[in-house]
């Protein structure tokens, strides 16, 4: 097993992406945002990364499908919260789309994942 194997997948490079976009984006939200849904955009948005990580370098293939499960779920986690600041002004539709669009692909990238988990 290579230790940073998780680094090659195309579903991680995307997942750091979504992370990269999520924090130029919250740079234009209020300031009394900060601590609300800033801070949870960017817990989600990192956790994606970070469970595709640590699920390719579990042993089993049961915890490797959990985590990937994660990262999924943190992926629409975000997904949720722009579209929330977009409601509120936040951010323009252009961005979300433009976000919406990545996200899709992540979401095709780890659904793909984790159907080869599947026993």
Sequence with gaps: MEVFGYRKLIAYQKAKEVVKITYKLINKFPSNEMYGLCSQLKRASISITSNIAEGINRFSVKDKAHFIEMAYG??????????????????????????????????????????????
Excluded: N, P, T
């Design 74 to 119: 943190s992926l629409m986690e975000v997904s949720s919260q722009f579209e929330i600041a977009e409601d509120l002004g936040y951010i323009k539709s252009e961005d979300r789309l433009s976000l919406d669009f990545l996200i899709e692909e992540v979401a095709r990238l780890l659904s793909g994942l984790q159907k080869s988990y599947k026993i």
